[in-house]
């Protein structure tokens, strides 16, 4: 007889077969109104999905908002009729492997190219010389550090910033001269609106994600550990205000051992508690809430 892991391989291969040709799930309402109201850009050959809303008339400011893994930006859609209100243009991005954008394979997907993306769509809306807040979560958290490591200017930096680094510290901040809100898509505790929201986003990604891909993509937590004093230390040595947006039920950064290690690192930081119910998604669970904290920490300035 043969061994167990050989039938398990000669089966796995027509299983795998199927399953690379079942077409993707189709797109929600929602998901369909969301790429319709955006539009793309070309980074290296790759098509970047974005979009772009006019907001708020007599302001100048301007927010960018980067989504987390393994969802895209319709991470925001709960907020981004509130950020309109208050910003004059609101703008979002699918990064490359995630949600509408492109997703090539095989591929080296890294922070790096990743921030590099969002600098090229800065130049792309020709904001290079604006004013600009980003505000991002999870995986676009490190791609925020790694702009703040660049030191892009002339941009105005909220930053809001998630570590995960299982061996030391979760770290969740935000700061000035750039916002960055992360919200971890990826935790099976999570359930209710971040759970039916994670299958929606997830969705715009469809069959053509796969195992592998995901794989490829989840190298950012390698790049993490490989990368930490580059991205710690822009934090820590940055001048910029920082804030910290915190659901106290995160699963992914517990309470209050998060908190103490957060307040031991960046002293400097200033935080926002939110409601003992509120988890790892406060824009989705409390997008009232969030909103609150984070226009309140803006226009403290």
Not at 123 to 130: E, T, V
Not at 225 to 248: C, E, N
Not at 276 to 291: K, R, V
């Amino acid at each position: 007889m043969k061994e167990w892991w050989v039938q398990v391989g000669l089966l796995s291969v027509p299983l795998l077969a199927v399953y690379l040709h079942i077409p993707p799930p189709k797109l929600s309402p929602a998901l369909l109104s969301w790429r319709s109201s955006g539009g793309y850009f070309t980074y290296k050959d790759q098509n970047i999905f974005y979009r772009d809303s006019a907001g708020a008339v007599g302001s100048s400011d301007i927010v960018i908002l980067l989504h987390g893994f393994p969802t895209s930006s319709y991470d925001w859609y709960k907020i981004w009729e509130g950020l309109t209100q208050r910003f004059h243009r609101v703008i979002a991005l699918d990064f490359v492997g995630f949600g509408f954008s492109d997703k090539p394979r095989p591929h080296r997907y890294s922070i790096f190219e990743q921030a590099s993306i969002v600098e090229g769509l800065v130049r792309h809306l020709g904001l290079r010389h604006q004013r600009i807040n980003l505000l991002s979560h999870d995986y676009g958290d490190t791609v925020a550090q790694e702009l703040l490591h660049r030191s892009l200017q002339p941009l105005m930096l909220w930053l809001l910033f998630i570590f995960l680094n299982r061996t030391l510290t979760r770290l969740l901040l935000c700061g000035s001269e750039l916002f960055l809100g992360f919200f971890f898509s990826g935790s099976e505790q999570s359930s209710g609106p971040t759970r039916s929201l994670r299958r929606q986003s997830t969705g715009t990604c469809g069959r053509r994600c796969g195992p592998t891909m995901a794989i490829c993509i989840l190298q950012y937590i390698n790049q993490r550990k490989k990368h930490r004093d580059r991205w710690v230390g822009a934090l820590m040595s940055t001048s910029v205000p920082l804030h910290l947006i915190y659901g106290p039920l995160d699963p992914v950064n517990p309470h209050p051992e998060f908190l103490q290690l957060y307040k031991k690192v960046l002293p400097m930081s200033t935080v926002s508690v939110l409601d003992d119910h509120i988890s790892h998604y406060p824009q989705l669970e409390d997008p009232t809430g969030f909103l609150n904290a984070y226009l309140n920490f803006i226009n403290s300035f």
